[in-house]
């Protein structure tokens, strides 16, 4: 289907007509899906109640990829001005990021030894 008729199949499900095409017939197929579970349930959900709840989930999703997006900018801002130091704008958090990759770094480190002085055989 094109644009205006993934707009239409939207439009009629009571589903937001705004998007490109990939975003429409990804919502349409989500919202269809999600219908059809429902149909198959015991205790089904109405309509409104499908809508309101896929409108929220949307909502919701929109909401994280923002903060997200924010968040690696400002990452991406960070590493620019000051070389390759990246850094989240809060010192409290940097410090425990380091702390927990020092971590991982030695708990592999351990694991490798482990690994490699259990292979031997003597």
Not at 10 to 26: A, K, P, S, W
Not at 67 to 72: F, I, L, N, Y
Not at 88 to 98: E, F, H, P
């Amino acid at each position: 289907y094109n644009r205006k008729r993934m707009q239409d199949l939207c439009q009629d499900e009571g589903l937001i007509t705004t998007g490109t095409e990939i975003d429409l017939r990804n919502r349409h197929r989500a919202f269809c899906l999600k219908y059809n579970a429902e149909c198959d349930s015991s205790c089904p959900r109405t309509k409104a109640q499908l809508l309101k709840e896929f409108h929220q989930e949307e909502a919701a999703q929109k909401r994280a990829a923002g903060s997200q997006g924010k968040q690696w900018k400002m990452l991406y801002e960070s590493r620019k001005s000051n070389g390759d130091v990246v850094t989240t704008g809060s010192a409290q958090l940097d410090a425990k990021m380091k702390s927990n990759f020092q971590i991982m770094v030695l708990q592999l480190k351990d694991q490798k030894e482990k690994m490699s002085s259990g292979n031997k055989k003597e």
